[in-house]
């Protein structure tokens, strides 16, 4: 179990299709996944989690699962219950502090930049979106349209780190500066 959250982060998605495969090798050992796949049948998730969690495990990657504590997480994600590492996702100062009554050691604001898993909704822009956040004592991660680029825009409002889901599938073969 590792002893702290890691800074960047992947959010799996069913639209990644095999793409998830090479976003994985992308992240730098110590990152985080955050496994959902939510449409999958109960067996299916599993048996795509495992095959997550046996590449994670090969690259030192912590991973959470969605929802629900599967076999082998090193935590959960949005889950009033489970052992280990618990983030949890806010998208304004409500879900903020039901993130924390709920014992997340982390939160993941979102959106901070347009993005095409919720296309059309609005952003909250860094500034915003570090408000959600701002003076409650745990870790807080950008997502929403991230990328390495657009990393130095939150790392300036003060967020610890940022998550994606393109960011991690965007210019192959160039890495950029993401490490927070």
């Avoid at 299709?17 to 990152?31: C, F, N, V």
């Avoid at 993005?115 to 822009?125: C, D, E, F, I, Q």
Wanted: glycine share 12%.
């Amino acid at each position: 179990m590792p002893a702290r959250y890691p800074s960047l982060w992947l959010f799996t998605d069913e639209r990644q299709g095999d793409a998830l495969w090479s976003a994985l090798r992308r992240l730098p050992p110590g990152s985080g996944v955050v496994f959902r796949h939510y449409s999958l049948s109960p067996a299916e998730r599993v048996r795509l989690f495992v095959k997550v969690r046996r590449r994670a495990q090969a690259r030192r990657l912590v991973v959470v699962s969605a929802h629900m504590l599967l076999p082998g997480a090193d935590g959960v994600h949005k889950a009033v219950r489970g052992a280990g590492l618990r983030t949890w996702p806010a998208h304004d100062r409500a879900e903020a502090l039901a993130g924390l009554r709920a014992g997340a050691g982390l939160l993941f604001v979102s959106p901070v930049f347009p993005t095409r898993s919720h296309p059309g909704a609005a952003s909250l822009r860094p500034a915003q979106a570090a408000r959600v956040a701002r003076g409650l004592r745990v870790r807080v991660i950008a997502l929403g349209g991230m990328n390495a680029r657009r990393w130095r825009a939150a790392r300036a409002c003060g967020f610890d780190g940022w998550a994606g889901i393109d960011g991690w599938s965007e210019n192959k073969g160039r890495r950029g500066k993401a490490t927070p």
